[in-house]
């Protein structure tokens, strides 16, 4: 029976479950995927039923969700089949901010608050125009964003804006509008002749080792590692194309662009 709005949603990405609380719609919310670490509670207080790119389909189907929730074609499998059992899915699948505050409204009418998904939204929109007209330095620091350590993977869409929104300049750009990571692998040749004065990584679940970075064969002319501005970002802060990263982690590029210590260490 489908219900509106529903009462029992899966939230298989992290960005729609902290969406759902900040609308104080937590509640309809039955299970998560693993990686939902926002807010704090949801470990304690939410099943799991899966990874990112897998799901315990069984335990889904035993929550009698009304609605699933899933992120870009990497979750394609799982919508496919969740589907052919007769559950309601919406595929979310925003690569840029546009497409973040797009979720946001669009999500608060599937549960019917659209004038507080809309609040929460204009809130973001209105602090992301503020900083990017803020008065900064002619010269603008060159950024390099890994998404990926081997083969290096340079940012998606909304980190790339991000950059820029804190007052940086994304060496590689260019290749923000990618649809998959595949496309935005590089050679380590091209990080070098871009010469980024800072250095982001984000390694989509596992830890940085800045030292490994450092040490990779002609790094040490890059202008960022011979300054030690190699800075660790947690994936969950700016990996997860939500509320978090247009909060905690514009705050931690904002953090080791403008005022972080000139040190290879985490920016949290």
Same mark, same amino acid.
């Given at each position: 029976?489908?219900?509106?709005?529903?009462?029992?949603?899966?939230?298989?990405?992290?960005?729609?479950?902290?969406?759902?609380?900040?609308?104080?719609?937590?509640?309809?919310?039955?299970?998560?995927?693993?990686?939902?670490?926002?807010?704090?509670?949801?470990?304690?207080?939410?099943?799991? +039923?899966? #990874? %990112?790119?897998?799901? &315990? !389909?069984?335990? @889904? =189907? $035993?929550?009698?969700?009304? /609605?699933?929730?899933?992120?870009?074609?990497?979750?394609?499998?799982?919508?496919?089949?969740?589907?052919?059992?007769?559950?309601? +899915?919406? #595929? %979310?699948?925003?690569? &840029? !901010?546009?497409? @973040? =505050? $797009?979720?946001?409204?669009? /999500?608060?009418?599937?549960?019917?608050?659209?004038?507080?998904?809309?609040?929460?939204?204009?809130?973001?929109?209105?602090?992301?125009?503020?900083?990017?007209?803020?008065?900064?330095?002619?010269?603008?620091?060159?950024?390099?964003?890994?998404?990926?350590?081997?083969?290096?993977?340079?940012?998606?869409?909304?980190?790339?804006?991000?950059?820029?929104?804190?007052?940086?300049?994304?060496?590689?750009?260019?290749?923000?509008?990618?649809?998959?990571?595949?496309?935005?692998?590089?050679?380590?040749?091209?990080?070098?002749?871009?010469?980024?004065?800072?250095?982001?990584?984000?390694?989509?679940?596992?830890?940085?080792?800045?030292?490994?970075?450092?040490?990779?064969?002609?790094?040490?002319?890059?202008?960022?590692?011979?300054?030690?501005?190699?800075?660790?970002?947690?994936?969950?802060?700016?990996?997860?194309?939500?509320?978090?990263?247009?909060?905690?982690?514009?705050?931690?590029?904002?953090?080791?662009?403008?005022?972080?210590?000139?040190?290879?260490?985490?920016?949290?």
């Amino acid at each position: 029976m489908t219900r509106f709005p529903p009462e029992r949603i899966v939230c298989l990405t992290e960005e729609t479950v902290e969406t759902l609380y900040l609308l104080g719609q937590d509640h309809r919310i039955v299970g998560v995927t693993g990686y939902a670490v926002r807010p704090r509670q949801v470990r304690r207080e939410k099943p799991r +039923v899966g #990874a %990112f790119t897998s799901a &315990d !389909i069984p335990k @889904i =189907l $035993a929550l009698q969700p009304d /609605l699933v929730l899933t992120f870009s074609d990497l979750q394609a499998e799982i919508a496919a089949a969740l589907i052919q059992a007769g559950v309601a +899915v919406h #595929a %979310f699948n925003q690569r &840029d !901010i546009a497409g @973040i =505050l $797009a979720m946001i409204r669009t /999500l608060g009418a599937l549960v019917g608050e659209p004038a507080g998904a809309e609040a929460l939204a204009s809130c973001y929109e209105a602090r992301l125009t503020t900083l990017r007209d803020q008065e900064r330095p002619d010269q603008r620091p060159r950024v390099y964003f890994e998404e990926w350590d081997d083969p290096p993977i340079s940012g998606i869409g909304w980190v790339s804006e991000l950059i820029e929104i804190a007052g940086g300049q994304d060496v590689f750009a260019e290749l923000r509008s990618a649809q998959g990571a595949k496309d935005r692998i590089l050679d380590p040749g091209q990080v070098i002749e871009a010469a980024p004065d800072v250095i982001l990584a984000s390694w989509c679940g596992k830890k940085v080792r800045p030292d490994r970075i450092a040490s990779r064969p002609g790094w040490d002319r890059i202008p960022a590692v011979r300054d030690g501005r190699i800075y660790e970002i947690k994936s969950p802060l700016i990996l997860q194309p939500g509320p978090a990263a247009l909060t905690d982690g514009l705050d931690a590029i904002l953090a080791a662009l403008w005022s972080a210590p000139a040190t290879n260490e985490a920016v949290t």
